[in-house]
């Protein structure tokens, strides 16, 4: 009889204890289910850091249901329409596993033994041997760009002058456009393209930019400013890239070449290790 009585006790006890869990903590928070799969608060938690407004977090963790329910779903629907056969997945796991193992390796192998550094010879001599690579597909080209009020007074005095290449005028050009201009840049070492130049100008200046050549000036407004650009330097499209514009890709293309080394000294590595070893046994035609 006293089993009997315990009976009723333990299962109310047992079903309340999803209600406990949740009153005192130990379940974490859930924020959608799909039958036996559950969806944490906490696992997308990290994705609300920076996210200013309500609003913008809650669209985001709507997003994430989303994509989280779709997946899924999709996966319940595969289990349930795919055969025994086609659900099969051991060996492309094994095959996974296998070359991403192989891929880390090679990747601390590679880590471990590159020379990042790169001096100005190897860049020349790479730039020397590949010119054929660093074609300009658009137009670079060096300016001065100024950006100054319509009703400044020294207006004029600039259109006068920001054409000029001489000491004398770069120089006053310098010293009134330190005091009046908004933008006074001179790209004398720095190349760019005609997208880079337009982020500074109107879009009515659109035209007027990829018209630009060598001898080029730029004199447009909108309604608060004039814009001046002058050309001091200008490579069309066709012609070798400086090798300074094309340092970071240069610099990327040796790493590159570096790491395929690495790669092949490693593959020569292991067989040479293999062979050494024994671990390597090849057969010939009708041998067991």
Not at 54 to 75: F, K, R, T, V
Not at 98 to 105: A, C, G, I, N, T
Not at 146 to 158: A, C, E, F, Q, W
Request: glycine share 2%; charged share 30%.
């Amino acid at each position: 009889m006293k089993r009997w009585f315990l009976l009723p006790v333990f299962l109310i006890v047992f079903s309340s204890c999803t209600f406990l869990k949740s009153w005192f903590g130990n379940e974490p928070e859930r924020i959608a289910q799909i039958g036996k799969k559950v969806l944490y608060k906490k696992e997308v938690e990290g994705m609300l850091q920076g996210v200013l407004s309500a609003e913008d977090s809650a669209n985001l963790i709507n997003h994430y249901i989303d994509i989280w329910a779709i997946d899924n779903l999709l996966l319940k629907k595969a289990e349930k329409e795919l055969d025994k056969e086609e659900k099969d997945v051991k060996q492309e796991l094994a095959d996974y596993r296998k070359s991403l193992l192989v891929f880390r390796y090679q990747k601390k192998y590679v880590e471990d033994r590159i020379d990042t550094l790169i001096s100005q010879e190897e860049i020349l001599e790479y730039f020397n041997t590949h010119q054929e690579l660093f074609l300009l597909d658009a137009p670079l080209m060096k300016v001065r760009l100024i950006k100054v009020r319509l009703h400044s007074p020294y207006l004029p005095m600039i259109r006068n002058i920001y054409r000029s290449q001489t000491i004398e005028n770069m120089q006053q050009l310098e010293r009134l456009c330190e005091s009046s201009a908004e933008v006074y840049t001179d790209y004398a070492n720095k190349w760019l393209t005609a997208r880079e130049l337009a982020q500074d100008l109107p879009q009515e200046a659109k035209s007027a930019i990829h018209a630009l050549d060598s001898r080029g000036t730029i004199d447009t407004r909108d309604s608060l400013y004039a814009y001046l650009v002058c050309v001091s330097d200008f490579l069309k499209e066709g012609m070798v890239a400086p090798a300074e514009h094309k340092e970071t890709e240069i610099r990327q293309n040796i790493l590159s070449k570096r790491k395929q080394q690495l790669l092949k000294e490693l593959e020569k590595e292991v067989l040479k290790e293999g062979r050494n070893r024994q671990l390597i046994k090849t057969y010939k035609k009708d041998e067991n």
